[in-house]
């Protein structure tokens, strides 16, 4: 398998966790890529149109992407119980990690709004409301 990832991604961070939890980090190889908001990196836009880390290239070729998506395909691949079967506790379960994940996009958004943005246009009252759903 082959995960195209940005070394400061938090996506990629617990895409890695789960591969580290169930043993098969040492059949990804790592392909660095440049994730932008604006320049989009090419070489990932091919296999994801988002042009998003974390994409994962699987044995067969597919490619998946979405840490959500990446994260249960290892967890079944490795055969883990690291997402709950069917029944009240998968959606609790899932129903976290939707949290989690917002609680990334958001301070992800904020790092940009910090980084990415001309320092005119910044949005002071914007990022702070992002911080709010991380706090």
């Known amino acids: ?65 979405d840490s959500r998506v990446i994260c249960e395909y290892l967890d079944d691949l490795g055969g883990g ?11 609790q379960a899932l129903t976290l990690q939707a949290l989690a994940d917002g609680m990334l996009d958001a301070a992800l958004l904020a790092r940009y709004e910090d980084v990415a943005r001309p320092e005119p246009l910044r949005w002071a009252d914007w990022r702070k409301g992002q911080l709010d759903k991380v706090a």
């Open 81 to 91: 119980t690291l997402f709950p079967r069917p029944g009240a506790e998968r959606w």
């Open 1 to 65: 398998m082959k995960l195209y990832f940005s070394a400061t991604s938090p996506y990629v961070r617990k895409c890695m966790v789960v591969a580290h939890e169930l043993g098969l980090v040492n059949r990804i190889e790592l392909l660095a890529a440049n994730a932008h908001p604006v320049n989009r990196d090419a070489t990932i836009v091919v296999a994801n149109p988002l042009g998003k880390v974390p994409t994962l290239i699987c044995d067969d070729g597919r490619a998946l992407y």
